[in-house]
């Protein structure tokens, strides 16, 4: 008779994709090189070179004492998760497959993937935060995740304090003893660059703040929305956040063609989060989770091509005798804070960026209406170029004079660059420019 553990060895090793290389001899490959083949096992899905989509509700068990092992590890009764598939909404080839190479860019420990952006920010704050807890934010957030904060935690007794997303240490410090004072601080939740004011989070300053005022039993996990710089141009796991979170709708997807979220980080923490997802069911399904592992083939050349196109295309605009000034992470003031906080967190200046015309809104519509390739649609990280008016769309609720405060005017129009010809966009551009 087998033991029960080379029981389930034998079953493992039956099911288990074999591991893929993530190095020869010394040399690390590289996330895009990992993106074409990590994570499937070929031998596993008849020989077929891309990985099947699996439509199903359920996965058979080899044998009774292997179900009850899966069940032990999804229920937590043993550390280290699910060994093998169960039912589809705690996980599924697709989204594992996804899962493992999300967790590449950023040299993560572990993903979890999301029906949605807005799905993994609600499972994140569902599984971290308690009524009589505080949130300590940066400000400005994603109108839908300031909502989800603000309102519905509200609804719980959960309260929150933020600082603004360009803070100083000493900003920073002040408002996590504000914050101590009030309740348990339980998660500390960025996002940069801010929308649409690109203010950067000085990440590493956030962690050293933590650090200072917390004990290692009372530590708010740090996680941060990554969605407008990653995972290409930002990795702020390395600048000390625990979590990392995408709308994966964005760059990712990145053919304005679906909706799903991604968390990545680190282990303890992704599988307290992957325990309440197991819970509610906010896994995405296998379809998008398929549609994402093709778009992640060609992800760096995407980004590679946007953030080259977003170059030029805001050079030609910072000189335009009607434009006021373009907001473009490419133009921080050298001796900056923010320039300084850009060298030590960035690896490029994104796609998406604020133009501000001479005028109000009248100039901003003229400019929006004459638009023959850019498309007048919110969101960004397609691979078309959308440009909308924040104040008259995006943030139409926000109250006016915090609109002031961010900077959000009526002439101000956003901008997300995709992988047109760059000289296409310019010229059109410049002609929606003149009808001005
Ligand atoms: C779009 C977006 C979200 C929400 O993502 P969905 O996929 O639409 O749910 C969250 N944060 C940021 C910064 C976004 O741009």
């Known amino acids: 008779m087998p033991t029960e553990n080379e029981a389930s060895a034998e079953t493992s090793q039956h099911r288990t994709p074999r591991p893929s290389p993530t190095s020869i001899g010394n040399h690390k490959l590289k996330p895009q090189t990992l993106m074409l083949g990590y994570g499937f096992d070929p031998e596993l899905s008849e020989g077929s070179l891309k990985p099947p989509i699996f439509l199903t509700s359920t996965f058979v068990f080899e044998t009774a004492a292997a179900g009850k092992r899966f069940f032990e590890g999804v229920t937590g009764k043993r550390p280290g998760g699910a060994e093998g598939l169960i039912y589809s909404r705690f996980n599924g080839p697709n989204q594992e ?9 950023e040299d993560a420990d572990d993903a979890l993937a999301f029906s949605s952006g807005m799905s993994a920010i609600a499972t994140l704050l569902l599984t971290f935060v308690r009524p009589g807890d505080v949130v300590v934010h940066s400000g400005p957030l994603y109108a839908a995740t300031e909502t989800l904060i603000a309102k519905i935690l509200g609804q719980f007794g959960v309260s929150w304090l933020d600082f603004p997303s360009g803070a100083s240490r000493e900003q920073i ?22 929308n649409p004011t690109n203010q950067l989070v000085d990440v590493e300053g956030v962690a050293a703040a933590r650090d200072a005022a917390f004990g290692a039993d009372d530590k708010p996990p740090i996680a941060i929305d990554n969605t407008f710089l990653g995972p290409l141009w ?12 995408y709308s994966l709708t964005k760059y990712v997807g990145g053919h304005s063609d679906l909706v799903a979220g991604g968390l990545v980080g680190e282990k303890g923490l992704i599988n307290q989060v992957r325990m309440f997802r197991n819970t509610i ?7 998008t989770a398929w549609m994402l592992l093709r778009s992640l083939e060609t992800l760096e050349l995407r980004m590679d091509r946007a953030g080259e196109n977003a170059r030029k295309v805001c050079e030609f605009l910072r000189d335009h005798p009607k434009v006021e000034k373009v907001g473009y992470l490419g133009f921080l003031e050298e001796g900056s804070t923010q320039a300084d906080i850009y060298r030590r967190h960035c690896l490029g200046a994104g796609s998406t960026f604020s133009l501000y015309l001479k005028g109000g809104e009248k100039e901003a519509f003229a400019f929006l209406d004459n638009l023959k390739i850019a498309n007048l649609a919110v969101s960004l990280g397609g691979t ?5 008016a924040p104040a008259a769309m ?4 926000v109250p006016d004079e915090r609109k002031k405060a961010l900077d959000i005017t009526d002439n101000l129009v956003r901008i997300s660059i995709g992988v047109e010809d760059p000289d296409d966009l310019i010229a059109d551009f410049a002609n929606a420019l003149n009808a001005v």
């Open 173 to 194: 410090d002040a408002v996590i003893a504000e914050a101590k004072a009030k309740g348990r601080v339980s998660l500390i939740y960025l996002e940069s660059p801010a």
């Open 234 to 245: 930002a990795k702020p796991l390395a600048q000390g956040a625990d979590l990392s979170i």
């Open 97 to 105: 497959i996804l899962e493992d190479r999300l967790a590449v860019w």
């Open 394 to 397: 995006t943030h139409l609720s």
């Open 281 to 287: 069911g906010t896994i995405c399904d296998p379809n």
């Open 384 to 388: 078309e170029t959308l440009a909308s």
